[in-house]
């Protein structure tokens, strides 16, 4: 650590991360009120190295850092980026000039950032420096339990919003790393041509437009791939990144309802429900952030331990690489994973039918397909994705296990294969009725179709029926035995919705 005595004016220090924007910024606000402000992003190493990150996630941070930098000069501030470890980053900073307070919001990420925030605590208390730590979203630090859970989230969302600050002393004079790209630091990743764009006005925007018009039919339009890219928020990157905040848009939401709700129309009150299903989805994304922050390891390990050794923890590589690439033989999942690779977006349902078929289907231990899957989400969100990592696997023990039958999700969300054939072009004149399963085209019309199976496209890497009959039998017997029913009660306990508990059910 520096020797080095801090020179110049006390600064409140505010560390970004997770919460690039400026209005519901609880941290930006207090600081600005006390004293000359300086806001810091770091582009950490071991972040940066990370297997869940993609370069593409880079491209939306820097795209979001440049507008944020940009509404800091206009009201008399700035952003500062720095490369480097923490706290070694605050360290230097901290020799340069003091450091009054260092302010943040709370997070709930990856195991190694829930590390780096000890090292930052130690430090900060070796240098007498505050750091005040402040909710960002309804997850609940420290956290009494699920019993009245919802109450409190609820009162959460009605907590006025933060203004942003009209004006903020900044500190204009202390070097910045500027923005760093994926180059410069070594991310992997390739292009994502489709990716929304990134950004405060971008999320504002987006957010405007779903509540204006494109919510009207949410609730019908969210399952299926088609209808999903228009029909869905499209928001969470934003939420991921913080562009938004989840209290201005559920505030938002509830407004939009209302206004909906006193017009006498049909039409407005249909829509107004549809509404209503999509603000208990913003419930739902920080009950599932609250388990990663109620218990780090799911990141790790199976929420419920009687799961253990359920699955070999060593990947297939073959059978995993044809998932990865879109070469599995069935039409959905190959095209949702071109989709994800182009724009790192699909609907909710589909991702589950991922997972599904790399943990039922392909039999495959979670971990690996869900780090795969975290690269390809433009919105990878730890406390949501791991979390649902294993619930689409059958391993936290409480929740009903889902097994998707992607010929079945053909038929029912992409009959005419609109979104398939947009995906999987070697398929563009293989006939409706085949597209479920292209495998069983005669010859005659593979040859008329341009799409001979086994060449121009692949086999089944498994067998549909047979891999869910067995996946089925092996979950059920687990779910019968004495000591994971046991251990279900004490997850439920600590992690559970409070609802009634769902019997063992499949989604063929």
Known sequence: MSSHPPRGRPVELIWLKRDLRLRDHAPLA????????LCLYVYEPELMAHPTTHAAHLDFINASLAELDAALRARGGGLV????????VLDRLHAQRPIARLWSHEETGLGITYERDKRVKRWCREQGIEWIELPNHGVFRPHAGRDGWSARWRRRMAEPIRAEPAHIDGVLDLPSAGLQSAADLGVAGTPRPDAVSAGIACGRAVLADFLAKRSRAYQGDISSPVTAWSGSSRLSPHLAWGNLSVREVYQATAARIAQLKAMPEREAQDWARSLTSFAKR?????????KLEDQPDIEFRNLSRACDGLRDERPDTALLDAWRHGQTGYPMVDACMRALAAGGWVNFRMRAMLMSFAAYHLWQHWREPALHLARLFLDFEPGI???????QSGTT??????????????RDHDPQGVFIR??????ALVPDAYLPRPETMPAHIQQAAGCVIGRDYPAPIVDNGKAWFRARQRMGALRARAEARSEARQIHHRHGSRRRPQHLRTAR
């Open 81 to 88: 980026t720095r490369v480097g470890d923490l706290p070694d």
């Open 397 to 410: 023990g409480i929740n009903a296990v889902r097994i998707y039958s992607p010929v079945k999700q053909v």
């Open 385 to 391: 994705h791991f979390s649902q990592a294993q619930m």
């Open 422 to 427: 947009r995906w999987c072009p070697e398929l």
């Open 30 to 37: 207090e600081a600005a009120a006390r004293g000359p402000v």
């Open 282 to 290: 913003l419930h739902w994304h920080c009950h599932f952030i609250q």
